[in-house]
């Protein structure tokens, strides 16, 4: 499975971005899907992740209620909007698809791993 991230950049304070993942290689709807980031000098952290059908998500809480992970299975693709950003969300942004079909927060449970999308918030 191959996963590339696309739609960062850089935003100001208090703005959106959408970022999405797209799968290709085989089918990823039967997997829960993740989004991590690791900013400069820190570990990789959990942001979001979303059940093989979508119906369960979960979320860090550090950008609950501001982050919104989304999929189109039949595409292969996920999103992550992100709202009311701030700069402490600078990071990279990685996407990554699960060894099962439910939502989890525990990155040894994700087989594979996307390069990253720089986001950049400025204050």
């Known amino acids: 499975v191959q996963l590339v991230e696309s739609g960062g950049g850089l935003v100001q304070a208090g703005g959106s971005l959408r970022l999405s993942c797209a799968a290709s290689?085989?089918?990823?709807?039967?997997?829960?899907m993740g989004w991590f980031r690791q900013a400069p000098g820190k570990e990789r952290d959990f942001v979001a992740t979303?059940?093989?059908?979508?119906?369960?998500?979960y979320y860090a809480d550090s950008v609950k209620g501001r982050f919104t992970v989304s999929r189109d299975n039949a595409k292969n693709l996920v999103y992550l909007h992100m709202s009311s950003l701030k700069p402490e969300d600078t990071a990279v942004y990685y996407c990554?698809?699960?060894?099962?079909?439910?939502?989890?927060?525990?990155?040894?449970?994700?087989?594979?791993w996307g390069q990253g999308t720089q986001v950049t918030v400025s204050s």
């Open positions: 990554a698809v699960a060894r099962i079909s439910y939502s989890t927060i525990v990155s040894r449970d994700y087989a594979y």
């Open positions: 979303i059940s093989w059908s979508g119906g369960n998500t």
């Open positions: 290689g085989r089918t990823v709807s039967s997997y829960a």
